[in-house]
């Protein structure tokens, strides 16, 4: 079963089974939390919020 979580204007969806759902008695519409554990964090910005690259200062030798 697919459960999709909004949060702020973002929307995390989840798949559990439904023995998950009927054990936390989730009903369309209630609020919940997310416990997310990960070994991998992609950081990301939108196209709009991006600056140009700054030039690179050459290396002192």
């Known amino acids: 079963m697919q459960v999709r979580l909004r949060i702020g ?5 989840a798949i559990i ?3 998950a759902v009927a ?5 369309r519409g209630d609020e919940a939390v997310a416990v997310i554990k990960s070994t991998e964090v992609m950081i990301g910005r939108e196209a709009a919020t991006l600056a140009a690259p700054r030039p690179r ?3 002192k030798r």
């Open 9 to 13: 204007d973002q929307r995390l969806t």
């Open 23 to 27: 054990e936390l008695k989730l009903k």
């Open 17 to 19: 089974t439904q023995d």
């Open 57 to 59: 200062r050459p290396r």
